[in-house]
């Protein structure tokens, strides 16, 4: 967060040349914003601010929240979701107290959250937009900033572990099926391979996504 306090000012001559001093977080007013998405979160407990000499404050401070967010899965693996993250603050109201705005372009936010974040996990993070409206609330406006993440989910695991096996038995089903063995054989197999699937079932059913209310194609078939 940055902003600007007229009060807080002065002249580095005056002070052996110091621009900038740093103070704990709660020696000074701060935006109070809220992260309208979060279910919960942790925070750091470096609660400081940075003060220039020009009254410019910097406040940076890490959080680690888990968010609600609409998916759709129905391409699972496959998928492609978007998520957003909307920060505003509700106390004071947009037209005369409290402007919110965005510092950084979202290709520069793009670069520095590639820079930062990793990139080696089940998602690829791939877009990410700024969207700055007005929200009325209580014949009231409050600024609102939401960020538009978007993801694509690596699908290699799951069609190592899940779409070549499901595939494998059908075809091995097929093979059975329509083969020159016997009925005494063709049965045996046909058990076997039902319990395979029944088994692979249980572990789809522990692998596929839950939040989303139309299921996958895989969970489908």
């Known amino acids: 967060q940055e902003w600007k306090n007229t009060f807080a000012t002065w002249d580095p001559k005056d002070f052996c040349n110091i621009t900038k001093i740093v103070l704990p977080a709660e020696a000074y007013w701060s935006p109070p914003i809220f992260i309208l998405e979060k279910v919960n979160g942790q925070s750091s407990n470096l609660d400081y601010v940075d003060v220039m000499h020009n009254g410019i404050f910097n406040y940076t401070q890490a959080l680690q929240v888990t968010l609600?967010?609409?998916l759709m899965i129905f391409k699972?693996?496959?998928?492609?979701?978007t998520c957003n993250l909307s920060i505003a603050s509700f106390l004071y109201p947009a037209v005369t107290d409290l402007i919110m705005r965005t510092r950084l372009t979202?290709?520069?936010m793009m670069h520095n959250s590639h820079g930062i974040l990793l990139t080696?996990?089940?998602w690829k993070f791939t877009n990410l937009s700024v969207i700055e409206f007005v929200e009325t609330m209580n014949d009231e406006k409050f600024g609102v900033v939401t960020y538009v993440i978007s993801m694509e989910r690596r699908p290699t695991l799951y069609v190592l572990n899940l779409i070549l096996p499901t595939c494998a038995l059908y075809l091995l089903d097929m093979a059975v099926l329509f083969g020159p063995s016997s009925l005494e054989e063709k049965i045996s197999f046909q058990i076997a391979i039902i319990l395979g699937s029944s088994m692979l079932a249980v572990i789809l059913n522990d692998i596929l996504p839950t939040s989303s209310n139309r299921p996958p194609v895989i969970g489908n078939h």
């Open 68 to 70: 609600t967010c609409s």
């Open 76 to 81: 699972f693996p496959f998928d492609t979701q």
């Open 106 to 108: 979202p290709a520069e």
């Open 120 to 122: 080696d996990g089940e």
